[in-house]
């Protein structure tokens, strides 16, 4: 089975979550910018809100890889919200989004100061392994 990683961050939260997940799964965890180059049964994406919403680069990332992604599993932070579900189905071109997601608190200003922390790194390593259980 063919998993990959791609994330969207603005201050290093996401990319920590990704890159804890891509190291479950020994795949690399690249940013939205480097695309799918071959069909990917799983692809982990992992975003984050800013004013309610996902950022554009993440959609466009959707609508141009959108061939080569058969599944879509959420990973993501935030200083309030608690899934990401809603935005990605909204961008996801018809690509199924999963119902199990991962989410957790992310720094922001003086909010939830060091989070992801180290708990949030094991919890996301262990919720991509169970994807596959
Ligand atoms: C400009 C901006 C807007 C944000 N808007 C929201 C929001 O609408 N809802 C929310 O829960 N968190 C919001 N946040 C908090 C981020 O989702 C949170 O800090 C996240 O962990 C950022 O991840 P990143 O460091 O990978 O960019 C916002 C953060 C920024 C910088």
Redesign the pocket.
């Known amino acids: 089975m063919k998993t990959a990683v791609r994330y969207y ?7 920590k979550l990704a890159e804890a997940a891509a190291s479950a799964l020994s795949v690399r965890a690249d940013d939205v910018s480097v695309p799918l180059f071959e069909k990917t049964d799983i692809l982990f994406l992992c975003c ?5 919403d996902i950022d554009e680069a993440v959609k466009r990332f959707i609508k141009e890889n959108k061939d080569n992604i058969k599944k879509i599993v959420c990973i993501g ?5 608690k899934s990401m579900k809603k935005p990605v189905r909204r961008a996801s071109e018809g690509i199924p989004v999963a119902d199990e997601e991962f989410h957790c608190r ?3 200003g003086s909010i939830h100061k060091n989070r992801p922390d180290e708990n949030d790194l094991l919890a996301v390593r262990d919720f991509v392994k169970g994807i596959f259980e």
């Open positions: 961050t603005r201050s290093g939260n996401t990319k984050s809100y800013y004013a309610f932070s935030s200083a309030m919200m992310g720094a922001f």
